[in-house]
């Protein structure tokens, strides 16, 4: 059997990243859609939804009233 010839691979330098033109933009764009989620009211300041599919009794922090 005949040996296999081998190809050497290039080694590459390391190159870095470039910068995203458009990541600004995006940033500035997915602030903004927060803040009116904010105003209507489906989150509030940390980002977590707002509940409205439940009475105000049986919301997170309220006091719950099993009526038993």
Partial sequence: MKAVKTIPIPVSKPRK???DPHYAAAVERAKETARRLVEAGIIDAR???IRKDVPADMRH???H???G
Avoid: T, V
Wanted: no cysteine.
């Fill in 47 to 49: 980002g977590r939804r």
């Fill in 65 to 67: 009233d099993f009526g």
């Fill in 61 to 63: 922090g309220s006091d």
């Fill in 17 to 19: 990243p470039k910068e």
